[in-house]
């Protein structure tokens, strides 16, 4: 197989004002590969359309109607950006010896792609695409997100530092994910599980092209708390740890307390009883709260609820039925 069939996968929230950019650059950049015998021609680039309220959904169908290359899977609600991927990636699968993943605004470098093609056929089933510098990333964003890296290293959870969901993964890896059947799914930390042989390109990150980002402060802290709670039970065990010392303490001081109640002074009390109250009532609502999060996930998973349905899909069903209401 020397010219593999790649498919770039687009998964796409609100976004219009960048679209057509989107469309055109992805578009021209596939046709020169190629024409460079670089990849088959039968690749393609699915936008994935994750409930947009806006015009999303037809531009990517009008453009699914002008190119050969372009095709559209539109979901039957928002299901936020991992579900969205996953939507795109296991309906390319079959027919893809690999699949690219990038965002909707033009951050992540498209001509990177040239070099993770290259590396698949070096024999690499996953090539990560590594950010060299955060420079047009807040200076808040760039904070909290080595903090949680750190954080998550710390967990013994493995990442690939600054790499965010810009990869190649060939059909066989892909094959490895879809095995990975926990309903919240943390890509960024699963693909590492998969196995097979990986490598990073580095590359630099620009600016959004157009557009907000939609990642909210809100969803970018429970995104971050639910790669961390699904993935490792550290937290709980430093609550436990935190309880024994706790436990451990109160013992002392209930020494110190009874031996100062026979041998001399007496203590007026309020304070120490008081302040061990609230030091021990603060620690077991802690603890309560975390393992509810756990049983939380626990539930979540039980019901096994699909991760994303999927409306329209014109890359297997080409004109299957009336596209647009
Ligand atoms: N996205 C999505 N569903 C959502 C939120 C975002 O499909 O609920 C898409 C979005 O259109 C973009 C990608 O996920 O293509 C990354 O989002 P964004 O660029 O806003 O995140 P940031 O780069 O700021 O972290
Ligand atoms: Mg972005």
Redo the contacts with the bound molecule.
Sequence with gaps: MNVPILTIV??????EEVLPETISQLNTFLGQLEEEGVVSDKSKILF?D?GSKDQTWKMVYKASLQEKRIRGLKLSK????QN??LAGLFTTKEASDCVVSI???L?DDIDVIREFVQKFKEGFDIVYGVRRKRDTDTYFKKTTAQGFYKLMQAMGVNLVYNH??FRLMSKRALDGLERFEEVNLFLRGIVPLIGFNSTSVYYDRKE?LAG????SLK??LSFSFDGITSFSVTPIRMVMAVGCISFFFSLLFGIYILGSKYFGHTESGWTSLIASIWLIGGLQLMAIGLVGEYVGKIYNESKRRPKFIVDIDTFNLPMSRKLIN
């Excluded at 687009?10 to 976004?15: A, G, T």
């Design positions: 687009v998964p796409c929230y609100n976004e994935v994750d928002n299901v936020g950006h969205a991927l965002d909707a605004d951050q965010a969901d959004r907000e980002t939609k990642y969803k970018m």
